[in-house]
């Protein structure tokens, strides 16, 4: 799936807490994030591969799940993810507490 977010490279994303808006910049290596204030932050590919592997065999995946799983502890890494995450095809969301869903449906 991660050839998905490859083609939305360039596209707009939000942050699930609060909708705060960036742009994504995806390419082999990993994805960009572009805040409006013009600061960046790398998201290696590995980390979003395994998010969406986790999502795709769990159904499910929390903040807490990439958190600690998956970003190390770093919050900006955790939301940055989850705004991503949230792009994908047949991926669903809750903000309270923050959740990520999948459905092939």
Not at 76 to 101: H, N, Q
Request: glycine residues 6%.
């Amino acid at each position: 799936m991660y050839d998905k977010l490859l083609q939305m490279s360039g596209q707009k994303c939000y942050t699930l807490t609060a909708d705060n808006e960036a742009v994504m910049l995806a390419d082999d290596d990993g994805v960009t994030i572009i805040y409006l204030s013009g600061n960046k932050l790398f998201i290696p590919r590995s980390m979003v591969e395994t998010a969406i592997d986790w999502l795709l065999a769990r159904g499910t995946l929390t903040v807490a799940d990439i958190h600690e799983g998956i970003t190390h502890r770093n919050g900006a890494r955790t939301d940055r993810l989850m705004a991503i995450m949230r792009k994908l095809p047949g991926v669903t969301y809750k903000k309270r507490p923050r959740e990520l869903y999948y459905s092939k449906h």
